[in-house]
């Protein structure tokens, strides 16, 4: 097994390789006839590279050294540090921790920065602590953050866990834990909420990284959020916000996720006529299909060159610049002394990777992982979808008889706002109008209550029931339709496939992801998991005749996020994180 | 007091600067009218900044807020971070660190990486104790290192210390301590030798800085000097040099006290096509008077900028880079939520600096500290030169009599080399040529013997004495001359002052800056230590005829360095750092 995270400190480690350097000794593995990718000078340049165990023992003229252990001739291919993907959630690519890595490190993905935010909300300390040992033994460095924003909208929705204070400086105590992830609360922090502002501090007591969430934040909120202690941000929008967070002060973690606005990000650093040391590159979110079929930080390297950044630049942020933010002294540079995570690219344009080396063990090879996986940590977080089997009834709304009824809805996917709309009432129970359809979120914690519900307008004509147990960021159960029995029959399939996501069109199930681990993750095979995700994803996307920009799949997953302003459907009615109100009742009055 | 170590983890400071920040309270302080270096995009623009306690609130555009305790307008001026000392001896400026605090403090330089090797040589680790208590209550950040090399010639001389693996994991161990010093003995490390081999080991297990002192280190040597674990240098010596050194990867400490070095930097820069985020700014060795008039690190500025390179790039390397380098996330940008450590200049070309905050104190102002200083610690290191009074005859060499003999000499300052030369004997006593001069160095450590005696050739005509305890590196007792009782008298002078320079002429002391303070510091004011050493040093400079490029002072203070290779006196004899050879007797023969 690999050990990703062995001491360097070890005496006999380091004689062996100053006895290789100097000649002394051979090398466990010598690279010959590559390129280095030097993000330090900015330069490709001809140079062999050895290796000694976990260590980079030398870097030195082509040809100068042949006596190693193992000698690969790269002709002529490049060597790069392995990436580092300075932010990510692996749930959004729904798998384990372990197929993550079997999927990330034949990409040349050595070290990523996980915050396990949907876990925590699901299954609180104890989901964060099996993440964590959920990491061990693996081929890719896996840093934890500590989730800060659990629930995220306390008071509008119900989770599986709260992280206080006292939760988050636990967390920061374990030597695993290298920051707080993504500090989201940003109208807590600009005011001072008591338990926001603890967390904040909590992370700056500790030492460790205060990482941000800063979506739209400019001016006088921005300043504040910094002064608070937040150091980063990832939720970038456009070329004038990018422009305004670096001249903050903020480490940027640009992510691929939103790939809309890496032109931008690309039009900043023209405007400003250099690449700042303190961008770095992440994933953030990656559906499962897309992390197979384009991968994750290798696919950022491929936009930001295909616009036209210099491929020193980009592969500089994506390694050295990380490093650096991370206080990692020993990673993101092909160095003497450093430690061996290398990805060896065919050039840099089409960065195809060819090898992978992590901590010095040939990890990967021509797409294929060649390090040995630790089996599945026993002892997954099944069983976290705790609902009784739902009945069509429950998508029923019941109504004054013979009336019609006045209804507060919520218009508009994504960016929602309040709607008004008058409903016929037959035999005690609103009718949908045709273009409308009805989302319902059944908690999944053990609270056996009717569901929160709401009526969606602006999304086209439905057809088909999706549900879903990946609802951000509580992750309650959640169906979206217009047929009570399908609606039904779409729940107790995933209360019985202990979570998941599905799609049912007449009548039947058409598409479904069983997601048995936290209601998030699957236990299969990436291919597997890829292949039922995009099945739902497409039936998804017919189920409405929804055709703006944003998908299906993110729009139902997002469409509980009390934490943002307008309406949003939670299992406790329709929230509004704008102004803090819940509606329990849709109906404003009978007409 | 200003503590500018002060916590930023404080929930109170925060809470107050996130309400500045939003317009809800006043700043403590705001910068108008200034031109904020921004050193993270590269520009310098217009923009206002608020302090509040030790913190940046907030960059803001001009003129957009008003309200605070203290307005300064700064009519066009810039705002830098302060400056960073990646790597100095203090002990080179022969004050203490409360007088160093008070010469760079009003020159922008608000933290320093404090090697004590001369005082851990001098007083061991009771010295480098007595170094961090000497930094508390300053209003200047000063990092120490733990000295790797003490002795750094061991078996060749003897100091007042041997710091060996055991003394190194004490000092790491110490929180104020940030690694380890430049580690000195390059051979011992490449070589694999036990002592410098557990140094180096101790620093990566203790995950903290490992530093270099890597001269002359090329090819094989630099790659195995690296992957023992060292990561810097400052011993620069061409263009060639730097680019391979930061092409293996090292982080480069570039020092002011070598001037003629900075073309070559510059040069090395412009055909990498970059400044490399791992360039920081250092002075190394920078003598008293230096430091007064043309100061320290802001001289460093305005040679690089004199020399072409852009203002914000050689502002980048003082700040950004170097608070990255060590990891001081609270460092080395103009950014909300850092620390207030900032310098005015009047322009990025004259780098005037008109104020300095520290810690958002405002601790100088137009060349004049305004922070309180401390009162000298109690309880000085003081002497530490414990040798009796000498007499003439120390100074003789005894050689069988009416005979000429055979000597071996020391030939050409500074790279020495090894020499013959025929000598006359009268009364018992060997007769030096009118072109050489005798060399003594007493052990001041306790140890009465006899001095170590060689023959200087080709340094001209000597027509003085020369003496100091300031000796690299074990900073025993050295004479330089041609009569023995004006050398005794220089000695018995040095003795009786506790330590320091000295220069005789026709019988009498004309030059003498005592330092009493562990033989190697002056408790008095910069005004008075630069005088006295001026003195020392034009007197030095006319004792004899050299007319090489390097200073008489720099040559005398050299010529006992026996880690170098070459015949160099120590208290032993004549030792060769490149054999490992000491001679005790310079006299082969008798001719």
Request: aromatic share 4%.
């Amino acid at each position: 097994m690999v050990d990703v995270n062995c001491s360097l400190a070890d005496p006999q480690l380091r004689r062996r390789a100053v006895d290789a350097a100097m000649g002394r000794a051979e090398f466990d593995v010598l690279l010959c006839n590559g390129l280095v990718a030097d993000v330090a000078t900015g330069e490709l340049r001809e140079a062999d590279v050895g290796l000694v165990g976990p260590l980079i023992a030398s870097t030195h003229p082509r040809g100068q050294r042949q006596d190693a252990y193992k000698v690969f001739d790269l002709e002529g291919a490049v060597i790069a540090p392995g990436l580092i993907d300075s932010h990510m959630h692996i749930e959004s690519s729904m798998v384990t921790p372990r197929v993550y890595a079997q999927t990330v490190v034949p990409q040349g993905t050595t070290t990523i920065c996980w915050d396990p935010h949907e876990i925590g909300n699901v299954s609180g300390l104890e989901g964060v602590r099996w993440a964590i040992e959920a990491t061990r033994g693996l081929p890719l460095r896996i840093l934890v953050e500590a989730p800060s924003c659990v629930p995220s909208a306390p008071g509008l929705e119900r989770s599986g866990a709260i992280f206080d204070v006292a939760a988050m400086e636990e967390m920061l105590s374990w030597p695993e834990v290298v920051g707080v992830a993504e500090v989201m609360d940003m109208r807590g922090v600009v005011n001072g909420s008591p338990r926001m502002s603890g967390i904040v501090n909590a992370g700056c007591a500790s030492g460790k990284l205060v990482c941000g969430h800063a979506r739209n934040l400019a001016g006088k909120d921005l300043q504040a959020f910094m002064t608070a202690g937040v150091e980063s941000d990832h939720e970038l929008t456009s070329k004038t916000d990018i422009i305004e967070k670096l001249r903050s002060g903020m480490t940027l973690e640009l992510r691929v996720s939103h790939e809309n606005i890496l032109p931008e990000a690309v039009a900043a650093f023209e405007e400003l006529g250099c690449v700042p040391q303190t961008v770095t590159l992440c994933t953030d979110d990656i559906f499962p299909d897309d992390l197979l079929r384009r991968g994750g930080m290798v696919h950022h390297l491929r936009c930001l060159v295909a616009l036209g950044m210099k491929p020193l630049d980009v592969l500089r942020c994506a390694t050295l610049n990380a490093a650096m933010r991370l206080e990692r002294r020993d990673l993101g540079l092909v160095a003497a002394g450093r430690r061996a995570d290398l990805v060896i690219f065919d050039n840099l344009q089409d960065f195809t990777p060819l090898e992978v080396f992590t901590s010095g063990t040939h990890s990967a090879s021509r797409g294929a992982l060649l390090a040995e996986l630790p089996p599945e940590l026993p002892g997954l977080p099944l069983h976290t979808v705790r609902r009784s089997p739902v009945t069509a009834a429950d998508f029923e709304v019941r109504a004054p008889d013979r009336q019609r009824v006045q209804v507060r809805t919520v218009h508009t996917p994504r960016a929602t706002r309040w709607g008004q709309r008058e409903m016929d009432v037959q035999n005690g129970h609103m009718v949908l109008p045709s273009d409308t359809a009805l989302m319902a979120v059944f908690n999944r914690y053990g609270e056996e209550g009717p569901p929160g519900l709401g009526v969606l307008e602006g999304w086209g004509d439905w057809s088909a029931t999706i549900g879903t147990t990946i609802l951000h960021d509580s992750h309650n159960l959640a169906i979206f339709g217009r047929n009570p029995e399908e609606m039904a029959l779409v729940a107790n399939t995933l209360i019985a496939s202990g979570g998941g996501m599905a799609v049912a069109r007449g009548g039947k199930i058409v598409a479904h992801v069983p997601l048995p681990v936290c209601g998030l993750l699957s236990p299969e095979s990436p291919e597997v998991v890829s292949e039922q995700f995009a099945a739902v994803r497409r039936a998804a996307a017919a189920a409405a005749t929804w055709d703006g920009p944003t998908s299906m799949i993110k729009l139902v997953t997002g469409a509980s996020l009390a934490c943002n302003p307008g309406p949003h459907v939670t299992d406790l009615g329709i929230a509004d994180g704008g102004t803090g109100e819940v509606f329990t009742d849709m109906i404003i009055e009978s007409v």
